[in-house]
C-alpha cells in the first residue's frame, strides 16, 4: 500500500461527457502528480502541483484541468471526453518539490470512454 | 529536451536465469535515475533510484543498476529471476525540475 489513494477505480462514460478523478496524496506529501498511461502512448505525465500550486505542465490537453486542494489532495477534469481519452490515469505524491524525489503512485482511476 | 529511451519493449527469461534491462536517457546535467515496477492492475512501485555517488546501487527485491554516464545508460539487472518479477519496468529520469519522464516500459516474462 503507498498510502496514495484514487477514486474511483473504474469509470465509464459516453463521449462528450465531464468526469472528475480524485487523488488523495500520502500523508505528508507536499507533491502530486499526475500520469495518463494509454497503451500507445505510454506514462505520459501531465501535471503537477506542490502545496497548492501548479508547479509543472506536460502533454495536458486544453480539455482537461487540475487543481490541488488546501487539504492536499487533488482532483484531474476530463471534459469534452473523446474515445482517445480511454486510459488508466495515475496520481503520484512525493514529498519533494523536483524531480528528484521518489514518486509513490495509487492504483489508478481506469477510464472508459464509449 | 529529457527523454528515456528503453530499447526493449519486452523481454522473456527463463525462470532462474539472469536478467538485464537496457535504458537510455538524454539529459545535459547528471541527471536522477529511476526504475520503478508495475504490477498487472497495480500503480508503480520504485525498485531503486540513482543520485551521486557509487554508480552501482541496490533496490528490493534483489535488483541492481548500475550508471554509465559515458554511455547515458542505467540498466537494471537482477542475478536470478523468479517468476513473480513477471511485470513491467519503468526507467525514469527526474531532472532536478519538477517533473520525472517515464520510458516506454519493458514487459518482462518469466517461462517455467
Redesign the interface.
Known sequence: DSGVTQTPKHLITATGQRVTLRCSPRSGDLSVYWYQQSLDQGLQFLIQYYNGEERAKGNILERFSAQQFPDLHSELNLSSLELGDSALYFCASSALAGGDGELFFGEGSRLTVL | AQSVTQPDIHITVSEGASLELRCNYSYGATP?L?W?VQSP??????LL?Y?SGDTLVQGIKGFEAEFKRSQSSFNLRKPSVHWSDAAEY?CA?????????????TRLFVKA
Do not use: C
Open positions: 536522477y529511476f520503478y492492475g497495480q500503480g508503480l512501485q520504485l533510484k543520485f519503468f529520469v527526474g531532472t532536478g525540475g519538477f517533473k520525472t519522464i517515464f520510458g516506454a516500459g
